[in-house]
């Protein structure tokens, strides 16, 4: 309810009618992204470069802000989205991109630690330290986000629906997934170190916010213009 942002759905309150309660939401006139997706691919062979690029960075514009967002006494609220994916990214038919659906987002100064092992979202874009039940912070949504990405430029999820529970949870926790120039061997080679870098398996070389993925999209953007 706090959130303010042109990237995020508007939630207005929780409400109550009777012993039922509900959440008053922006109503965004439009679709998901995996919907449009599916659409694209059917019908259009696939997004543009600078339709992904575009679209990535308006959902990276969200995450960086309320992943920034402070208490009423400028303490950081540590928020983390934990479940990005295709489902949960809104296009509208003005070509607005919005985060829904926080409703497994952790603000670390308000709810109690996740137990260590507890896994939740989605495998297919889970980060590998989510999905070895470690703590995570801000930057498995940007893996997460990266998976998104991914699954975009290429038209193929990062690990195969086709694997079996057993194995598809051991590749995501390593993040062992096939190289976007196996589906895509002329990408730009600015772009696919950007992705390399969303989808780093070591936290230490993946984009420390969601705000350096944005800065990084925009700066391939500038140079492309130019």
Known sequence: ??????????????????????????????????KFT???????????????????????????????????????LGIVHRDVNPQNICISKEGEVKLIDFGIAKAKRLCQETMVGTIKGKFNYMSPEQARGDRVDQRADVFALGAVMYELLSGHMLYPLSLNDTLLRSKVRM???????????NLHPTLRKILS????????????????????LTQFNHDECR
């Open 1 to 34: 309810v706090r959130m303010s942002h042109k990237n995020i759905c508007q939630t207005y309150g929780l409400e109550r009618d009777g012993d039922n309660y509900f959440i008053a939401m922006e109503l965004v006139n439009g679709v998901s992204l995996d």
């Open 175 to 185: 993040a062992d997934y096939e190289p976007i120039e196996t589906f895509l061997p």
């Open 197 to 216: 870098k969303a989808l780093a398996r070591d936290l230490s070389q993946r984009f420390a916010t969601a705000r350096d993925f944005l800065l990084a």
């Open 38 to 76: 599916r659409w694209i691919y059917k019908n259009r062979n696939g997004f543009s470069v600078e339709a992904v690029v575009y679209i990535i960075s308006e959902a990276c514009a969200g995450l960086s802000y309320a992943h920034r967002m402070t208490d009423d006494d400028g303490n950081p």
